[in-house]
């Protein structure tokens, strides 16, 4: 479980890394992928339908239909998915879950988290699908999840 991005926005991201090593052009079909990962179908379909909205996936209908990437991995950075799945305020929100909490009144963690955040932020506006999906090459194993 990801300690900063929703179940959805996990999901995305793992469901983009499998169609980043689907040969270009060809179309994964939504239960290979869901059986691949380990994710409801019903639940992932609605998550590729959010990324198909961005253009971030491409959704192609009929015998040969299925779901690929709508854009050149090059193209898309993780900002990309994690905002078409999570929204811009992503990381607004208190650590620790405290609705008061911000600079004029920070809870005890706030400074600590306030320059993770630059850190994450730079790193998921800097890194793109082609980047991540080689790093990944040699890691596989992490996209499978265990039945």
């Excluded at 009144?105 to 955040?117: E, F, G, I, L």
Aim: hydrophobic letters at 40%; glycine letters at 6%; one cysteine or more.
């Amino acid at each position: 479980m990801s300690l900063i991005f929703s179940k959805s926005c996990e999901y995305a991201l793992q469901a983009i890394l499998y169609l980043a090593r689907q040969p270009q052009g060809e179309p994964a079909l939504l239960r290979e992928i869901s059986d691949s990962l380990n994710i409801p179908h019903h639940f992932l379909n609605k998550v590729l339908q959010t990324l198909t909205r961005d253009e971030i996936v491409a959704s192609f209908k009929g015998s040969n239909g299925g779901f690929a990437l709508g854009r050149s991995p090059k193209e898309i950075t993780l900002s990309d998915i994690v905002r078409a799945v999570d929204g811009e305020s992503f990381l607004d929100h208190c650590v620790l879950g405290f609705p008061a909490c911000g600079d004029k009144n920070p809870c005890p963690v706030h400074p600590q988290w306030k320059r993770a955040k630059v850190v994450i932020q730079d790193m998921i506006h800097r890194k793109t699908l082609f980047e991540l999906s080689k790093e990944l090459d040699p890691k596989l194993e992490l996209l499978q999840q265990p039945k």
